[in-house]
């Protein structure tokens, strides 16, 4: 299989990454501008309402946990927040630009720039080693570093021993580190991670979450964080629950503690969906 098999890659890593968006000279504070935000999909049924009138703001430096049912429509959210899906109706504005605006190839050089991205089921390319993922958008982006750049980030996530391995070779933990460093490899603005969790072990998730966590603060870069789990929800700064495609409550953590423990189915097998398609 080759990268541009791989839908998440091929969307993220198009050489079109290289087709320069004009830079913005302002940092607005709000990292993330959603207003009114509606997304309809079509299946076999018919189009379905995903998201319903979704205003959501984010600063820069924030942590926000998105928690609530499986099938409330969070990875969607997400989605659109990383450009993979087109909101149908309101405005999405991400790191200062317009997403209505923007082609394909604007987004994905835009989140090849600004974000990075974790996912529960990693989506590593199966034929590359570790160094291999890390260095890959790196090189896309024109950085002739890149193997460098790579081999450094496998090593700050607890993994340079590995770094020539492929990821059938790695357990679980270690695929998520080496995504993990993938996304972090642009430095991003803004880190957007779905359940990275949910497939490791306890033990093995606390300490990914401890370096997504370390990489926010030590980065400045803002977290948006889907979970199930109340302990991790509790870490970010402000918790987003979602019921039937809305934003119901938004509250700084300690006051949205009880809603957390009171949204906790186990599984979510909507979030390891295919991305991209
Ligand atoms: N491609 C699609 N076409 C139609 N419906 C979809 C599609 N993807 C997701 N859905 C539906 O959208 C709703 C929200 O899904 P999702 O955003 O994955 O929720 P969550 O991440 O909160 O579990 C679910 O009812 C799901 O079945
Ligand atoms: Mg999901």
Redesign the pocket.
């Known amino acids: 299989m080759k990268w541009r098999d791989i839908p998440f890659l091929r969307r993220n890593l198009e050489p079109s990454i290289l087709v320069r968006t004009p830079e913005t000279t302002e940092r607005p504070a709000q990292i993330i501008a959603l207003d009114a935000v509606g997304l309809q999909?079509?299946?076999r049924a018919g189009p379905?309402q995903?998201l319903r009138d979704v205003a959501f703001s984010v600063s820069r430096g924030e942590s926000v946990a998105i928690v609530?049912?499986?099938?409330?429509?969070?990875?969607?959210?997400l989605m659109i927040l990383a450009g993979l899906e087109r909101a149908t109706t309101g405005s999405v504005s991400v790191a200062g630009h317009d997403f209505r605006t923007l082609s394909e190839d604007e987004l994905a050089a835009v989140r090849g720039r600004e974000i990075g991205i974790v996912f529960q089921s990693f989506h590593l390319v199966p034929t590359m080693t570790a160094l291999e993922n890390v260095a890959l958008p790196l090189e896309f982006a024109g950085r002739a570093d890149a193997f460098d750049i790579a081999r450094n980030l496998l090593g700050e996530v607890g993994i340079g021993h590995r770094v020539d391995h492929f990821p059938a070779e790695l357990s679980g933990g270690e695929q998520q580190r080496v995504a993990l460093a993938r996304a972090l490899g642009g430095r991003p603005g803004l880190l957007l991670a779905d359940e990275p969790t949910g497939n490791l072990d306890g033990k093995t998730g606390r300490q990914v979450i401890d370096l997504l966590f370390n990489m926010h603060r030590r980065h400045n870069a803002t977290l948006v964080l889907?979970t199930h789990d109340e302990a991790l929800a509790r870490r970010c700064s402000r918790v987003v629950r979602?019921e039937d495609?809305r934003i119901v409550s938004d509250k700084p953590e300690r006051e949205d503690a009880a809603v957390v423990a009171a949204s906790r189915p186990s599984a979510?097998p909507?979030?390891t969906?295919a991305v991209g398609a």
């Open positions: 999909l079509t299946s379905v995903i609530g049912p499986s099938g409330s429509g969070k990875t969607s959210l889907i979602m495609g979510d909507a979030s969906r």
